[in-house]
């Protein structure tokens, strides 16, 4: 759990969810009464993944098919503040949901942590993965130390109140020109530590279970968890 989080009255972090929200124990196989999030993005990449990650015993919508919803700029300093700013908004939109938001990117060790929280648009606003990539191989060119992590940060939330964060982390090094179709975003030039294959040669398998994604969402899990147990009392 995030610093910010830890700061909050425990007592109030615990409310925030109800019985109801907490009714389905993460860890059942079937998937009736699955928990209900809402997922505060429109990167169906990450949805998928989420998907992949979460399992049967969440129901996962994300906001693609949600039309006219304000522009949620992402002013904040970091990952963290930009989840929970992605969360909190939706949340305040949508306040029966249980809403997660993920912040996530790159930071390259000898770019002082670039492209981090301009991963999405590093090469502008209407840029894409593949000219994101050129532009940090670019940065990179000739450099002998490529080291790097991608960060992930979940805010979850609820009608406009931020409940707790949690994040992960994985670190690796930079390829010299991208390899692979998997994944997205800067998975073609991204080799993470103890392995010589980008994570787009990885299978999502692999991936999900290293990847910063899939230690910030072990936190999550492990949050519902403590809470349902809580809320048995
Ligand atoms: P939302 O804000 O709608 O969720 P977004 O893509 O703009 O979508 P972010 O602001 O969190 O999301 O930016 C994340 C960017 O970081 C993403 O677009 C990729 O370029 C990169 N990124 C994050 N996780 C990644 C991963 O697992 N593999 C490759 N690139 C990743």
Partial sequence: MSSRAKSR???????????????????MTA???????????????KTREFGQLLGPNFTLRDLTSER??????ETGPTFEENA?????????????????????????????????IFSARYAGKNGSDRRNVEKLLCELEGAPERSARFRCVIALAKDGELITTVAGEVAGRITKSPRGENGFGY??????????????????????????????VAGLVRYFNIERRSARK
């Fill in 31 to 45: 998937n009736l009464g699955a928990m209900d999030l809402l997922l505060a993005t429109r990167n169906q990449h």
């Fill in 187 to 216: 998975d073609p030039i991204f080799i993470p530590e103890g392995f010589e294959a980008t994570f787009a040669q990885l299978s999502s398998e692999t991936k999900n279970a290293i990847s910063h994604r899939a230690k910030a």
């Fill in 9 to 27: 009255d425990p007592d109030e972090v615990t409310l925030k969810l109800s019985q109801r929200d907490l009714s389905t124990p993460p860890g």
């Fill in 84 to 116: 929970v700013i992605k969360a909190i908004a939706i949340s305040k939109i949508f306040p029966d949901e249980i809403v997660i938001a993920d912040d996530s990117g790159l930071e390259v060790k000898s770019l002082e942590g670039a492209p981090g």
């Fill in 68 to 73: 006219d919803l304000p522009e949620i700029l």
